[in-house]
């Protein structure tokens, strides 16, 4: 049986750096966002026949006088992804017309123009979901758990929940600031979403931790100290915690390798934000309890 209440200084403090690292680059670095938030066009199309290089597909879009183009190219679909400002349905048919004339096999495959309204709206209704998702999860959890209110109350096991929510997006959303400082790499509303999944899976994990807890409580409370009962309850479900978890880890990591481009940071979040979410339900919100247990009631 691993003693997980009684290095519980070990894992917090590793957690508390994580989460230090994380905040830090968020507020030096912020976030590059996609149009969805700031409003441009997003173009997919191949080419066919040698693919150009990128270097070559922003010189192409230079010509039709849109400047600040961002480009990629996914090599396993042979696509390319091209971000420019907003252009309107007229001067899109007209530069379909120019690229196909540049490129003999060019194919659109998909086009996506966003107004900065739209995506000043979007980016207010993310933050009011992500607001709401965290208050409703609090209450929910004060509800679930109001007759376990002995040794802890338990509106507090609202707030250690919000605790490791907070744990469980921060890092994930660091790993975005440090790639889009350093390789450019934009958020969207799938961002968005991915965070939300990730606290669907974290209370989840958190919840069946905290139900075994409050079950051996009603049972073993007047035989055992507290920590004893905690490290108890997490032991009994660390396997199913992680059996449940890995599961979808291997779909992500299938999904990372071989999916589309377009999808490969909404799916990099959700493995990383799964991945604390395990290590945060184990490791901090149950020996986070004892934090918050008056003394006299730890035994």
Known sequence: ??????????????????????????????????????????????????????????????????????ASFDASHQTFLVRTPAISEADHQKDVLALKGTYSGFEERSFQSIGPSIGAALKQKAYTALVLVLVGISLYIAFAFRKASKPVSSWKYGWITLLTLFHDVAIPAGLLAILGHFGRVEIDSNFIVALLVVMGFSVHDTIVVFDRIRENL??????????????????????????????????????????????????????????????????????????????????
Do not use: C
């Not at 070559?56 to 010509?63: E, L, N, T």
């Not at 934000?273 to 730890?298: D, M, N, Q, R």
């Open 1 to 70: 049986m691993l003693n997980i209440v009684g290095h519980r200084n070990i894992y917090l403090a590793l957690s508390a750096f994580l989460v230090g690292v994380a905040v830090i680059a968020i507020v030096a670095f912020g976030f590059q966002q996609g149009i969805d938030f700031t409003g441009g066009t997003l173009w997919e199309f191949n080419v066919g026949g040698m693919a150009p290089s990128v270097s070559d597909v922003r010189s192409s879009f230079a010509k039709l006088g849109l400047q600040d183009v961002a």
């Open 218 to 299: 009603a049972f073993q409370r007047a035989k055992h100290e507290f920590k004893t009962i905690i490290n108890d309850s997490v032991n009994q479900s660390l396997a199913r915690s992680i059996n449940t978890s890995l599961t979808l880890i291997l779909v992500l990591l299938a999904l990372y390798f071989t999916g589309p481009a377009g999808l490969h940071y909404f799916v990099l979040t959700l493995l990383v934000g799964v991945t604390t979410g395990i290590y945060s339900s184990i490791f901090v919100a149950s020996p986070a309890l004892l934090f918050v247990t008056p003394h006299e009631h730890k035994k």
